[in-house]
């Protein structure tokens, strides 16, 4: 072995040691599908794993279910496995996240900021909540970031029904799962020859903003409401002020 083959088996080693947090081939690479279950589990069931990277994990995932699978993800998968298992996972992360808020209440965000613990993110998500109502924030939450991770506990703390809950938890889990990993498995086979691990981030950014449409619409819905009533409001106030004069 020539010197500069060695350096180079050296560095390759050394790089594929190296954990970061924020890169799903960390967790695809050494742990395949148990390593996308776990991140799927934490991040929507422990306040901790808010910063955990969901939605680039499965859209890598995804590709790891293509002909690229080792360039891209660092492992090959299996698609069906991922489109039952991730679900199923997800699912059960955000049912513990709902259970914590129950049992604990309130007492469980009423702590300072530190690092990893900023009140806003609570904040968020409660708002997000008494927008748009129980069942639909629920379903809405698993596509925003940060969002998703707390307005489980969130759920809890206003007391909605494990039940209820756990209907529009599976739907959600479902939609934004298995939508994404499709996507990877999608672009993975049509693009596969193309450097597709350098387009990631970009897709997932798009799969961000297009998850972003029905909140938008439902602010707009809310605004126009407002206005509404504001406009009646404004057109009542002069007629009961005519009439006590």
Same mark, same amino acid.
């Given at each position: 072995m020539?010197l500069?083959?060695?350096?180079?088996?050296?560095?390759?080693?050394?790089?594929?040691?190296?954990? !970061?947090?924020?890169?799903?081939?960390?967790y695809?690479e050494?742990f /395949?599908?148990f390593g996308v279950?776990a991140?799927?589990?934490?991040?929507?069931?422990?306040l901790?794993?808010?910063?955990l990277?969901?939605?680039?994990?499965?859209?890598?995932?995804?590709?790891?279910?293509?002909?690229?699978?080792v360039?891209?993800?660092?492992?090959q998968l299996?698609?069906?496995l991922?489109?039952i298992?991730?679900p199923?996972?997800?699912?059960?992360?955000?049912?513990?996240g709902?259970?914590? /808020?129950?049992?604990?209440?309130?007492?469980?965000?009423?702590?300072p900021?530190?690092?990893?613990?900023?009140k806003?993110?609570?904040?968020k998500?409660?708002?997000?909540? !008494?927008?748009?109502?129980?069942g639909?924030s629920v379903v809405?939450a698993?596509?925003?970031?940060?969002?998703?991770?707390?307005?489980?506990p969130v759920?809890?703390?206003?007391?909605m029904?494990a039940r209820?809950f756990f209907?529009?938890n599976l739907?959600g889990?479902?939609?934004?799962?298995?939508?994404i990993?499709?996507?990877?498995?999608?672009?993975?086979?049509?693009?596969?020859?193309?450097?597709i691990?350098?387009?990631?981030l970009?897709?997932i950014?798009g799969?961000?903003?297009?998850s972003l449409?029905?909140?938008?619409?439902?602010?707009?819905? !809310?605004?126009?409401?407002?206005?509404?009533?504001?406009?009646?409001?404004?057109?009542?106030?002069?007629?009961?002020?005519?009439?006590?004069?």
């Amino acid at each position: 072995m020539s010197l500069r083959e060695y350096i180079h088996d050296t560095l390759a080693q050394k790089q594929s040691l190296s954990f !970061n947090p924020l890169d799903p081939k960390s967790y695809i690479e050494p742990f /395949g599908l148990f390593g996308v279950y776990a991140v799927l589990f934490a991040e929507t069931g422990l306040l901790i794993g808010f910063f955990l990277p969901g939605d680039t994990l499965l859209f890598v995932a995804g590709v790891g279910t293509t002909s690229v699978a080792v360039k891209v993800a660092g492992a090959q998968l299996s698609l069906p496995l991922l489109l039952i298992g991730c679900p199923l996972f997800a699912t059960a992360g955000a049912q513990v996240g709902h259970f914590l /808020g129950a049992k604990f209440g309130r007492a469980m965000f009423e702590k300072p900021n530190s690092v990893i613990f900023q009140k806003k993110y609570v904040d968020k998500a409660e708002g997000v909540f !008494n927008k748009y109502g129980p069942g639909k924030s629920v379903v809405l939450a698993r596509f925003i970031p940060l969002v998703r991770t707390f307005l489980n506990p969130v759920a809890g703390v206003l007391e909605m029904s494990a039940r209820r809950f756990f209907v529009y938890n599976l739907i959600g889990a479902v939609l934004w799962t298995d939508s994404i990993i499709l996507l990877g498995h999608f672009l993975g086979e049509r693009f596969g020859n193309f450097p597709i691990d350098k387009f990631v981030l970009p897709v997932i950014g798009g799969v961000v903003l297009l998850s972003l449409i029905p909140v938008t619409i439902e602010l707009v819905k !809310n605004k126009r409401e407002q206005r509404r009533a504001a406009a009646t409001a404004s057109t009542h106030e002069p007629r009961h002020a005519d009439r006590s004069a």
